[in-house]
């Protein structure tokens, strides 16, 4: 089992900036890779990035490609979304999400383990 808590949503301006951390507790989080999901009012909860147990591999998706960045602490134990010249479109619940698989995948079914969310909500 492995117990994630998301953390640094808030409101911001349009073009501001957020990071978001995901703190992981449990066992051995290095195993683990993880991903970032979001969703908004009234849609389907997507994919925003994904990074791979080492840290080494990275994977954003396309609308975020140039303004969002995943990263994780040398321990492994927390990851961060850094998210830059946000728009009132990415405003959404963002979930932190965990997965034993080998790889970095970006379909929600191969991610059981999942954080409560955090809001971010962007002015125009």
């Known amino acids: 089992q492995v117990q994630l808590v998301e953390a640094g949503g808030g409101l911001v301006q349009a073009g501001g900036s957020l990071r978001l951390s995901c703190l992981a507790s449990g066992r051995t989080v290095s195993d683990y890779a993880m991903g970032w999901f979001r969703q908004a009012p009234g849609k389907e909860r997507e994919f925003v990035a994904a990074i791979s147990r080492s840290g080494g591999i990275t994977a954003i998706a396309d609308p975020m490609k140039g303004r969002f960045t995943i990263s994780r602490d040398s321990a492994k134990t927390t990851v961060y979304l850094q998210m830059n010249s946000l728009k009132p479109e990415d405003t959404a619940v963002y979930f932190c999400?965990?997965?034993?698989?080998?790889?970095?995948?970006?379909?929600?079914?191969?991610?059981?383990?999942w954080g409560q969310g955090t809001q971010v909500t962007v002015s125009s």
């Open positions: 999400a965990a997965t034993s698989m080998r790889w970095i995948t970006r379909f929600i079914a191969d991610y059981p383990y």
